[in-house]
């Protein structure tokens, strides 16, 4: 069985950027689309980033130009996010999940595991 571990949240300042990773266990990521999304308090989740597995194609919606990037490692099975210019408006928690098969739309009903959440508070 699949399981996603979040790790690297934490406080940054306003404009500052962090790295977070989603370290997965159980199987290996080839046959799996994994999605970053965010979300905040009362909000629905909101997908920044996704990679698929076997081709590591990427999408990243219209609605966060330039201040995502995803990566991974086959070695350590992987995959991270960098984020940039990090806002106080931002949503603060940040989930991974993983969806089988090739990249699909950074829809949250479509991805059958979820990590348990990091957190990234912007504040000075």
């Known amino acids: 069985q699949l399981q996603l571990v979040e790790s690297g949240g934490g406080l940054v300042q306003p404009g500052g950027s962090l790295r977070l990773s989603c370290a997965a266990s159980?199987?290996?990521?080839?046959?799996?689309?994994i999605g970053w999304f965010r979300q905040a308090p009362g909000k629905e989740r909101e997908g920044v980033s996704c990679?698929?597995?076997?081709?590591?194609?990427?999408h990243y919606p219209d609605s966060v130009p330039g201040r995502f990037t995803i990566s991974r490692d086959n070695a350590t099975n992987t995959v991270s996010l960098q984020l940039l210019n990090l806002r106080p408006e931002d949503p603060d928690v940040h989930y991974c999940?993983?969806?089988?098969?090739?990249?699909?739309?950074?829809?949250?009903?479509?991805?059958?595991?979820w990590g348990q959440g990091t957190q990234v508070p912007v504040s000075s």
């Open positions: 159980g199987s290996t990521l080839d046959g799996y689309t």
């Open positions: 990679m698929s597995g076997r081709e590591s194609a990427t």
């Open positions: 999940a993983a969806a089988p098969g090739g990249l699909l739309p950074l829809s949250a009903p479509l991805y059958t595991h």
